[in-house]
């Protein structure tokens, strides 16, 4: 089992940034490769991005690309997600995830973190 706690969100204005953090425990972090998912009011969850167990590969969903930029601690347990220049449409419940590759954890992560409240206000 591995254990996902994301904090870091909150309120900020439209043009703000926030840093998103999740710490796991459980099972060997750096065994696991990592990402953030997103879901909005009445939309499905969604791919936001994602980083190899090492933290040499990632992929971000094209709505993010060129703002957000995810990394991750192998030292510390920790993943985390800069996110710049919000949009209201930014709006949403992030999650982090885990799953053995980075091949599956955009279609089947094994396991998923509370998640926490993003709010970008116009």
């Known amino acids: 089992q591995v254990q996902l706690v994301e904090s870091g969100g909150g309120l900020v204005q439209a043009g703000g940034s926030l840093r998103l953090s999740c710490a796991a425990s459980?099972?060997?972090?750096?065994?696991?490769?990592m990402a953030w998912f997103r879901q909005a009011p009445g939309k499905e969850r969604e791919f936001v991005a994602c980083?190899?167990?090492?933290?040499?590969?990632?992929d971000y969903a094209d709505s993010v690309k060129g703002r957000f930029t995810i990394s991750r601690d192998n030292a510390k347990n920790t993943l985390s997600l800069q996110m710049n220049s919000l949009k209201p449409e930014d709006t949403a419940v992030y999650y982090c995830?885990?799953?053995?590759?980075?091949?599956?954890?955009?279609?089947?992560?094994?396991?998923w973190g509370q998640g926490t409240q993003v709010t970008v206000s116009s």
């Open positions: 980083i190899s167990r090492s933290g040499g590969l990632t």
């Open positions: 459980g099972r060997t972090f750096r065994n696991y490769a």
């Open positions: 995830a885990a799953a053995s590759t980075i091949s599956v954890i955009t279609t089947r992560p094994s396991y």
